[in-house]
């Protein structure tokens, strides 16, 4: 039997801290929930309740290593007390911890696949059920929200996502009013200022954008073309992770691999550069992206942003989301000496805030979590995607997080909290031989094997 949710309503004096927990997949991910969690909490507000936050990882191909955390800056929450979960032992921690509230920031399938599994939990007093996107949505969108549908909160970035998003879910007959408007929550930093004897380029690379070899060699080759035709320019390729490591999406040509064979070498003013995107944002002074979150970033601070056409402008590439954005251009533009403007009414829509309301961009969110603590009798969640209207869709989605049919776990899939250290040690030691086969099969035999079928 299911044991009791201790949620505690929050007053508007001196309550007790209540309980949240951030599920994330990834560290792009986890940067995105555990920044909401807090932008939904106090966030500087002394009349907010006062928040608890745990950190769990959803424990899959996209888990990130302790360097990727360190990296995604500081989120309020030690990345020492973050732990790995299954999707089972999540639902256990949901069931005996008395979270009040709880921050989904997965992919799709998982976010459906946890409030299905929360609903057959059958808690007296359930938390509140959180998700959204951690940046640009340019594809999957009808897919991806409807997977989301059934938490009580579905957070959109700007007010061109909300409408987006509304008008989906009402296009398919399921309740709209979980789409409640916001920002991105990690957007920040000093306004940018030009400053004497610093010029410097950085160019926002993405795991899976482009995808193939040649084109992503492309890029790099005028990268550096461009550093050799602009000696007093610093050119920075900033990377998202290291070879091996994974993040949202698969790496199958990391850069620094495509560098070591690059004909030529690098420039001096060249360099491959890592870490935090605030901290490498804070030298820059021409952001270049195919279509990283890194853009609006960028455009918050007013910094001088350009998005590449030489591909062309394509939804596979996600630049069509900046049609009409007046950021559009070309490497030979750049090389040029070039940057595009940005369109005034475009940046409005898009919730970078650099007009100075960021502050209160995520107040609607925040009142609409408070109100729904308040009420302490929340139902269980309905997603859009059931037994009876997804036959065929959903038993297949549960499947891969051990969920039967109905959200409750497959017969084997918990393993009794009395297994003891060893077998958790020896579990967790083939997990991590298992994951540096599954990354070496993707970035070094599949491309193999792609080549010699196409011989």
Not at 171 to 199: I, M, W
């Amino acid at each position: 039997m299911p044991l009791s949710n201790s949620n505690a309503v929050p007053s508007a004096a001196a309550s007790p801290a209540f309980r949240v927990a951030v599920l994330a997949d990834s560290d792009t991910r986890w940067k995105w929930g555990a920044l909401t969690a807090r932008r939904l909490t106090s966030d500087g507000d002394a009349s907010a309740p006062r928040a608890r936050i745990s950190g769990l990882l959803l424990r899959g191909r996209a888990t990130p290593t302790p360097r990727q955390l360190a990296e995604v800056g500081d989120v309020g929450i030690d990345a020492g007390r973050v732990r790995e979960v299954t999707a089972v032992e999540f639902l256990q921690s949901v069931r005996d911890e008395g979270y009040d509230v709880v921050v989904l920031a997965l992919v799709g399938g998982a976010v459906q696949a946890m409030l299905h599994g929360i609903a057959a939990l059958r808690l007296p007093t359930r938390p509140v059920l959180v998700t959204g996107y951690v940046g640009v949505v340019y594809e999957k969108l009808t897919d991806g929200l409807l997977l989301r549908h059934g938490a009580d909160v579905v957070l959109a970035n700007s007010r061109h996502d909300a409408e987006r998003f509304r008008a989906v879910y009402e296009g398919v007959g399921a309740d709209a009013s979980a789409v409640t408007e916001a920002a991105l929550p990690f957007l920040g930093g000093d306004p940018y200022r030009p400053r004497q004897g610093r010029d410097t380029l950085v160019f926002a690379a993405q795991p899976s954008v482009p995808e193939n070899r040649a084109d992503r060699t492309y890029l790099l080759r005028r990268l550096v073309e461009h550093a050799r035709l602009h000696p007093g320019r610093e050119v920075l390729l900033k990377l998202r992770s290291k070879p091996g490591e994974h993040t949202t999406h698969i790496e199958e040509h990391p850069y620094q691999r495509l560098a070591e064979r690059l004909p030529g070498g690098l420039p001096p003013n060249f360099r491959l550069v890592y870490g935090h995107m605030g901290e490498v944002l804070d030298r820059t002074d021409l952001l270049v992206t195919v279509s990283s979150t890194a853009a609006l970033e960028s455009l918050h601070r007013r910094i001088p942003t350009a998005v590449l056409t030489d591909l062309g402008v394509r939804e596979t590439l996600g630049n069509h989301h900046f049609t009409g954005s007046g950021l559009l251009t070309s490497f030979d533009h750049l090389d040029g000496g070039g940057h595009p403007e940005p369109d005034p009414d475009w940046l409005a829509g898009q919730g970078v805030a650099a007009d100075g309301s960021y502050a209160t961009a995520y107040d609607t969110a925040r009142a609409r979590v408070t109100a729904l603590l308040a009420r302490g009798d929340l139902p269980g969640p309905a997603p859009y995607y059931t037994p009876a209207t997804a036959p065929g869709y959903l038993p297949g989605i549960l499947a891969r997080h051990h969920l039967g049919p109905e959200g409750h776990p497959l017969p084997g899939a918990a393993a009794p909290r009395e297994a003891g250290r060893v077998r958790t040690a020896v579990r967790e030691a083939v997990r991590d031989a298992a994951r540096g086969a599954y990354r070496h099969g993707v970035q070094r035999v599949a491309p193999v094997v792609r080549r010699m079928g196409e011989l």
